[in-house]
């Protein structure tokens, strides 16, 4: 969709999709750095990004 618009397309053109896939990917160590503490229930719902085991 992004594309379309860059290349000139009008949004109110663009028929509207629902994701056929979502997923929620967190990044340990970021949300570490940041000092974000995510709740057990949010972390088996995740992804992990990269790929990292959570103590």
């Known amino acids: ?3 379309r618009i860059l290349n ?3 949004p109110a053109a663009i ?3 629902n ?3 979502e997923a929620l990917i967190l990044n340990p160590d970021l949300a570490e750095r940041y000092g ?3 709740s057990e229930a ?3 719902k995740t992804t992990l990004y990269p790929h ?3 103590e």
């Open 1 to 3: 969709m992004a594309v």
């Open 8 to 10: 000139g397309g009008n």
């Open 15 to 17: 028929p509207f999709r």
């Open 19 to 21: 994701a056929r896939m």
């Open 36 to 38: 974000l503490s995510i």
């Open 42 to 44: 949010i972390r088996k």
């Open 52 to 54: 990292a085991e959570l």
